[in-house]
């Protein structure tokens, strides 16, 4: 079985460039997070798709970060304008289901750096 | 106070020894807690769920302390391959599930 795919692996853009991540989940699977990790910090959840609905979007910086997930298969995170903290590893996972026992399956993300 | 919160560590131990990891939480509508583990460089993947009851596979076991909303991870006889930054899980009790990962525990075993 195909693990979640994401692209590009590696990204360096300038601050106030803009900047785009594609994630595609493991077929079937219902459930989508991205997730932003900072260096030596766990992964925070950005936004939580079921299907094609969003479910959590709390913590996305909704001023300069946007999501979506078209059909309810994959989905891209896009970043406008980037600033320098937004450098991080961005992460995206997959579950099958909808309940909160169910294992998250990651991609191996995008690393980000902004200059 | 972070929602989750662990011991950074690092913890540097020997090969056969045991460790343990705590993990504390703040909110008690929690409902599912998980433990991942993330290599170097690598994407987190899934090491064990935590159930009430406590549960063990081979020589990790977890344990969960609800009334005092507190996590743990118990590693014996330590191996070299056991070394990596583990994560505490904690997801909470509605219908999408939020998810709050803790910074995490570096563990480094040492021949």
């Known amino acids: 079985e195909a693990g979640v795919a994401q692209s590009p692996r590696y990204k360096i853009i300038e601050k106030r460039q803009s900047v785009a991540f594609w994630c595609n989940p493991i077929s079937g699977h219902a459930t989508l997070y991205w997730y932003q990790q900072i260096l030596g910090q766990g992964p925070k959840l950005l936004i939580q798709f079921q299907n094609n609905g969003v479910v959590d979007d709390s913590q996305l910086p909704k001023d300069r970060f946007s999501a979506e997930r078209l059909k309810g298969v994959d989905s891209t995170l896009k970043i406008q304008p980037a600033k320098l903290e937004d450098s991080a590893v961005y992460l995206c996972?997959?579950?099958?289901?909808?309940?909160?026992?169910?294992?998250?399956?990651f991609g191996p993300g995008t690393r980000l750096l902004v200059l | 106070r972070k929602e989750v919160e662990q011991d950074p560590g690092p913890f540097n131990v020997p090969e056969g020894a045991t460790v343990a990891f705590n993990c504390t939480y703040s909110n008690s509508a929690s409902q599912s807690f998980f433990w991942y583990r993330q290599d170097c460089r690598k994407e987190p993947k899934l090491l064990m769920s935590v159930y009430s009851s406590g549960n063990e596979d081979g020589r990790f076991t977890a344990q969960l302390n609800r009334a005092s909303q507190y996590i743990s991870l118990l590693i014996r006889d330590s191996k070299l391959s056991d070394s990596a930054t583990y994560l505490c899980v904690v997801t909470l009790n509605t219908n999408a599930g939020k998810s709050t990962f803790g910074d995490g525990t570096t563990l480094t075993v040492k021949p």
């Open positions: 996972a997959s579950s099958s289901g909808t309940r909160v026992q169910e294992t998250q399956y």
